[in-house]
């Protein structure tokens, strides 16, 4: 995962270590068995699920101790082709923060059977800290690639 931290000195607030990006396909309710091994080709009326892993360290992780704070964690699906597709709300998470250093955050976004229409994908998960609704400077990316959603039938 890709962040850039700008809250005080990098010291003071920082991801810890790597983040763990992974994707995984569910069983398929479709005629044709299920292939863990290929997460970049997903049947249609299969769900999957995005898991992440983070931690941020420092002195400033104590003092951000305000319940408003909260960490937004969000897909967004572009798709090639002529049309946009929307992900909406399936694929945004709100996680709350944890005002402690070292703290390892794991979340998964799950994404339901028949919610992606058939076609190819670019897939980036978002992480952003807030303060409400007000984005604070620490934030995160990673690029799945592409993707193809197919009909089986």
Known sequence: MQVEEGLATPASFQFNGSSVVTMQELPTTGPWPDDVTQTNLIQCEQPVSFGFSWSVQ???????????????????????????????????????????????????IQIPANTVPEGVYDIVGVLRLYN??????????????????????
Do not use: D
């Open 58 to 108: 420092g002195p400033l992780v104590a003092l951000l101790s305000n319940p408003a704070i909260r960490w937004k964690l969000q897909l967004y699906f572009e798709k090639w082709g002529n049309t946009e597709f929307n992900i909406g709300g399936t694929g945004v998470n709100f996680v709350p923060y944890q005002p402690i250093s070292g703290y390892v955050y794991n979340r998964t």
């Open 132 to 153: 409400g609704n007000n984005p604070l400077p620490a934030a995160g990316f990673v690029e799945f690639g592409k993707v193809e959603f197919y009909e089986t039938v």
